[in-house]
């Protein structure tokens, strides 16, 4: 029996506006409660979390705004919703602290990257405060800085 290869990066979908828009607290790993095509067509990387919040009632996580995009040989006897509401798999204390982030310190949950864990589908969540256009400023030029402090570095060399 031949073995798969070991792909380092288990990565299916990142949410790249996700660090520029917000400053990230905490982050947490998450499970995503799917349906069977779902699973299909998240192996075939249709699937997008750049629109996507997280969200707590009666004690419990969910998410909104995924696209997941269904298959054209998906089942036809399941009606295939792309943007459904999906409940995130967390434990008691972790959706306490979610909670009291939300609550007490007006901290938002931002979902960051979804990526395979063994055959399990996770979800890295954070807990984020949003950024004002300044502190956006001072990170793109200090981005640009480190940049242009490598390529004097590697012409310095020479």
Same mark, same amino acid.
């Given at each position: /029996?031949?073995?798969?290869?070991?792909?380092?990066?288990?990565?299916?979908?990142?949410?790249?506006?996700?660090?520029?828009?917000?400053?990230?607290?905490?982050?947490?790993?998450?499970?995503?409660?799917?349906?069977?095509?779902?699973?299909?067509?998240?192996?075939?990387?249709?699937?997008?979390?750049?629109?996507?919040?997280?969200?707590?009632?009666?004690?419990?996580?969910?998410?909104? &705004?995924?696209?997941?995009?269904?298959?054209?040989?998906?089942?036809?006897?399941?009606?295939?919703?792309?943007?459904?509401?999906?409940?995130?798999?967390?434990?008691?204390?972790?959706?306490?602290?979610?909670?009291?982030?939300?609550?007490?310190? &007006?901290?938002?949950?931002?979902?960051?990257? /979804?990526?395979?864990?063994?055959?399990?589908?996770?979800?890295?969540?954070?807990?984020?405060? &949003?950024?004002?256009?300044?502190?956006?400023?001072?990170?793109?030029?200090?981005?640009?800085?480190?940049?242009?402090?490598?390529?004097? /570095?590697?012409?310095?060399?020479?």
């Amino acid at each position: /029996m031949a073995k798969k290869p070991n792909k380092s990066d288990n990565t299916i979908a990142k949410n790249r506006t996700a660090r520029h828009e917000f400053a990230i607290q905490d982050d947490y790993e998450a499970g995503l409660q799917l349906q069977g095509w779902e699973v299909k067509a998240i192996r075939n990387g249709k699937v997008n979390i750049a629109e996507s919040y997280v969200f707590l009632r009666d004690g419990e996580a969910f998410i909104s &705004g995924v696209t997941i995009t269904p298959l054209n040989a998906a089942s036809t006897h399941v009606v295939a919703d792309p943007t459904r509401t999906r409940k995130l798999l967390l434990n008691r204390k972790e959706i306490d602290k979610l909670l009291g982030a939300v609550n007490r310190e &007006g901290q938002t949950i931002v979902a960051l990257s /979804m990526y395979w864990k063994a055959s399990w589908v996770k979800l890295k969540i954070g807990t984020a405060r &949003g950024k004002k256009l300044h502190d956006k400023r001072a990170d793109s030029k200090s981005r640009d800085w480190a940049r242009d402090k490598q390529r004097i /570095m590697k012409h310095s060399t020479r």
